[in-house]
């Protein structure tokens, strides 16, 4: 079996422009579902991954294969398909699961067989078909799960296939599912909005796994909500900072949460002695007839501001995504955008424009009112916005420049460094953490940062005055952290203003072939 995970179209959440500057590092995170199909595979079927961020699939692999498995979002709808052209090329069936073809599976009539739904029932089905007859079926089979398996029966994803060590963060999944209903998320739909679990003792094994394996420096747990059931997750936590203090603080942890996790103190200080670095949640606007509007009111339960310096209060950087395009905008809402980042000291929002994806109640109601443009690829939304488009897009470059200016940016980064970075869990000076093999890439990212920012780059000023000061006094892992991010974000900002990258993450907005050839290639060796 050969599974194929497709190439990202380079987005402002995925760092690519921090690649270079990293030893080894090609992509961002290892892909969680195509990892656990293939732990699922009968263990006597032989099974290689390829993630095509890192090189694309070669003739070989597909001439090897009996079958192929592909899985992605929406945003990878052009490269799943193109993977299913190879396959079929060499006369091979392709199978494809995952979120995309779970909400829209009539958009994928090439595939010979659709995994719908999760793990379960429908994976079992597709197996046996497979055992029995690798030829293509004479007609597309389509696999829905009705009995989904528990995640407490999850196998480890298999870390083994992939080269954990080359990608920018490693990942892991504890819960699935979200109780809220935003209007714009499709995860409720999906997944469901009742929690489901894994045991601590199987994350802690991932933990263990990825560690062996070679993960770089940080795990991001890819929960759609950490803290969608707070008793378990207090049930988690005390097992995590065991484990970090028997790996000496190895790594650092992040995940993505509903604000209101700032209500929480009990558990903001259990995730400080687990080191939690940062935390994702979904601020979207600091405008509370938008956040009513799009059913976020749970953001309001306590003043924005003061939930953000709650978490900060226990060391934890806030990233937060935010939306351009709804319904409330006004021409004031870029600069109202602008004025929260400063407010918050946040330095990292993933400003995007507004995106309907298929089942979700935003899509339901635009396509009820026919504002749903699905019909035009030149446009960086699918949504008939109520301002003007053109006025949009403007407001979304303006805003992009104004908060990645470098200048702004350290700003930001200086204050974090100041508030926030004080408050966390003093890490020790462990075996694991001085390991040869973190010394020689902290050696080589900065030497790779100071040529390329400090000497040859554009904004040198604004970064030698943030990382000079923290050079002299040997603080090398602030200068390491902030500046690789940094750089992402200002020069992925500058793309965006140029109008060389897309205004959304979900964007299927095409950039022809100037994208098309980012897709890396492989050698017989890799």
Known sequence: ??????????????????????????????????????????????????????????????????????????????????????????????????????????????????????????????????????????????????????LADFPAPAYELAAIDRYFLGSIQFSSGCPYTCEFCDIPGLYGRIPRLKTPAQVVAELDKLLASGVNGSVYFVDDNFVGNRRALLGLLPHLVEWQKRNGYAVSLSCEATLNIASRPEILALMREAAFDTIFCGIETPEPEALKAIQKSHNMATPILDSVRAINEHGMEVVTGIILGLDTDTPDSGARIVEFLEESKIPLATINLLQALPRTPLWDRLQREGRLREDDASRESNVDFLMPYEDVLAMWRSCMEKAYDPKALFGRYEYQMRATRPNRLRRPWSRQRLAPRNIRMALTMLSKLIWSVGVRGSYRRAFWSFALPRLLSFRIERVLSVGLVAHHLIMFARDACSGRSNASYYSAKSRGLEMEATLPQRTPAE
């Open 1 to 150: 079996m050969l599974c194929v995970f497709p190439h990202y179209v380079p987005s402002f959440g995925t760092f690519e422009y921090a690649y270079p500057l990293t030893p080894r590092v090609k992509a961002f995170m290892p892909p969680q579902g195509l990892l656990l199909i293939a732990a699922v595979l009968p263990k006597d079927w032989e099974v290689r991954f390829v993630d095509e961020n890192m090189g694309a699939a070669r003739a070989a692999d597909f001439a090897w294969a009996d079958a192929v498995f592909v899985s992605g979002m929406h945003i990878q709808r052009r490269q799943m398909e193109d993977i299913c052209a190879r396959a079929h090329a060499q006369g091979k069936p392709v199978a494809l699961g995952g979120p995309s073809v779970s909400a829209c599976p009539e958009l994928y009539p090439d595939f010979d067989y659709l995994h719908v739904g999760e793990l379960g029932d429908a994976t079992d089905a597709l197996i046996a078909l497979i055992a029995r007859d690798a030829a293509r079926p004479a007609g597309q089979v389509v696999l829905t799960t009705k009995e989904r398996r528990a």
